[in-house]
């Protein structure tokens, strides 16, 4: 995770600057991209623990599927064994009625007794091996049911975390419904977008009083969620900025940065956030919600969004012990 106060020294060079130069330019499409990556590897790890999951559930169909082969197996060795010792019996029944006769007839007879008590035992010694698999593939079976379930039990624990989450926000946040505040919960995050009318005057990133109120709710929800990672990025429209507004901004990117980062400040001004869990980013115009061809389509797509990631450390970890 790109360290806060880093880019915060970035952001401040540039404010204190007249123009932005091109090492610092491509540094923060750097850290950019950095953060991309980061995103998109939160949600390969999300997807990853969702194939995880699947692949444990057939293989636990599989050992099923095992365990009803190796039961039919012993179901037949079994069968033969009862078999055999019929077969014997009846031996033993024409020994005893033959056991007047030649000795070639009784010793005809010893050898095919021979012969079935061989057999016999063979039959003893493979039903002994099979029953061991069995009770092998059992228990492999039990403790595959048995982490498949922890690991169900870990994603229903996250999902509910982040429901409880989602509603908490909407819940303190309601007083800004219809003021371009939305809160949603998609793909194992939870996203609170503020559309720029609330937060900012044109071309500013000072957040007005009334922005500042919904995000000073935000981040008392944070304090009370210290393992939370949360990632502040800033959004434009495709509209260029022409001349250079106050304190040197001369691109979208320049400007949704900044915007990132004032949020990131009120944040940081509630001591119960951990710092080290804020990121701020700039999106500049090149993430749009809709399309910039209308005025209404612009104002959406001017935006802040809060987006609030769970740590999965007790889920990589139980993924690891499998």
């Not at 010694?125 to 698999?133: D, G, S, T, V």
């Not at 939305?182 to 900012?200: R, W």
């Amino acid at each position: 995770m790109i360290k806060k106060v880093s880019l915060g020294l970035l952001v401040l060079a540039l404010s204190t600057s007249s123009c932005v130069s091109k090492k610092m330019y491509t540094d923060l499409e750097n850290k950019f991209a950095e953060l991309k990556k980061e995103r998109n590897a939160l949600s390969d790890e999300n997807e990853g623990l969702k194939t995880s999951k699947a692949q444990l559930e057939n293989d636990n169909a599989s050992l099923k599927s095992e365990l009803e082969k190796t039961i039919a197996e012993r179901n037949k060795l079994a069968s033969d064994y009862a078999a055999a010792s019929n077969s014997l019996k009846a031996l033993k029944d024409s020994y005893d009625a033959l056991e007047k006769n030649s000795g070639e007839a009784l010793k005809a007879n010893m050898d095919k007794n021979r012969d079935l008590l061989a057999q016999l035992e063979a039959k003893e010694k493979a039903l002994a091996a099979e029953k061991a698999r069995l009770e092998k593939l059992s228990a492999d079976l039990k403790d595959r049911s048995d982490r498949v379930n922890e690991l169900e039990g870990l994603i229903a624990a996250k999902e509910a975390s982040l429901k409880k989450l989602k509603e908490t926000l909407s819940k303190s946040l309601k007083a800004f419904e219809g003021k371009g505040l939305t809160v949603q919960q998609k793909d194992g995050k939870v996203y609170v977008s503020m559309e720029n009318k609330l937060l900012f005057e044109s071309g500013s990133w000072t957040v007005g009083a009334e922005g500042k109120k919904a995000v000073d709710l935000v981040g008392k929800v944070l304090g009370d969620n210290p393992e939370i990672a949360v990632l502040i990025e800033g959004h434009t429209d495709n509209d260029k900025i022409t001349g250079t507004l106050t304190g040197g901004v001369e691109n979208n990117w320049d400007l949704s940065t900044k915007r990132a980062t004032a949020i990131v400040n009120i944040l940081s001004a509630n001591a119960k956030v951990k710092k080290e869990n804020l990121t701020a980013a700039g999106r500049s115009e090149y993430s749009p919600i809709v399309s910039n061809e209308s005025a209404d389509g612009k104002a959406k797509n001017r935006r802040i969004e809060i987006i609030l990631t769970p740590k999965l450390d007790e889920l990589s970890k139980a993924l690891n012990e499998i």
